[in-house]
C-alpha cells in the first residue's frame, strides 16, 4: 500500500491492538505453551494486518477475526515446524558437535574482517567459491577490471595481514570444502 494512512485508521488500529492484543496473546499462550511464540505470533499477525489495515476494516470483512485467525494460523505451523524437529532428533539423534574453526580459519577471517568490503566479497567469491573473475564481475554488477582491482589490492593486504602467518589459508582444503 502506498499513501499516508488517515489519523482515523491508525486510531482504529490502535484501539483494535489495545483492545485484542492481550487476550490473543493468552489464548495463544494456552494453546502452544510458549509465552515468547505466542506474543511472536500475535505481533506478526498485527504486522500483516497493518499492511492491508485499509482493506480489512473497508466494512465487508472482520479485521479483529482475520488477526485472530492470522495468529493461530502462525502458531500452528510454528507448532509444526517444531513438531518436525522433535521427529527428526528422535529419528536421527542429536547432531554432531560442529569441530571449532581451525587456527588457519580464524587467521583468515580477523584479516579479511580489516578489508574493505568490497575486497572482501571479490576475494571470497573468487578463491573461495572458485568463480571466474568474470562470473564474479557479473554477481557485483562491475566491470572485470575493477574485480581485478578488488583482488590485486586485497591480496597484497592480506599478505601484509599474514606475514607472520607460515601457511597459505586460502589454499587450505577446509576452506574449499
Known sequence: MTGRRSVSAVTDF???????????VGQLYLVIGDLAEAQD???????RAW?????????????VGWVKTTA???????????KAGVKALRKHGVPPDAPA????????????AQLPK????ALVL???????????????????GTVKARLSRGRATLAVLLADW?????ATEEFHA
Do not use: K
Not at 505470533?41 to 504486522?47: N, P, R
Open 72 to 82: 493461530y494460523r502462525l502458531a500452528i505451523s510454528h507448532w509444526r515446524h517444531w
Open 41 to 47: 505470533c500475535v505481533q506478526e499477525a498485527f504486522a
Open 14 to 24: 490502535d484501539q483494535v491492538y489495545a483492545a485484542t492484543a492481550p487476550r490473543l
Open 101 to 112: 574453526p581451525s587456527a588457519d580459519a580464524v587467521a583468515l577471517r580477523d584479516a579479511l
Open 118 to 121: 568490497a575486497q572482501r566479497v
Open 51 to 63: 499492511l492491508r489495515w485499509d482493506s480489512l476494516t473497508d466494512g465487508r470483512g472482520d479485521p
Open 166 to 170: 607460515h601457511t597459505d589459508v586460502l
Open 126 to 144: 573468487h578463491h573461495l567459491n572458485d568463480m571466474r573473475v568474470e562470473d564474479v564481475a557479473r554477481e557485483l554488477r562491475v566491470p572485470p
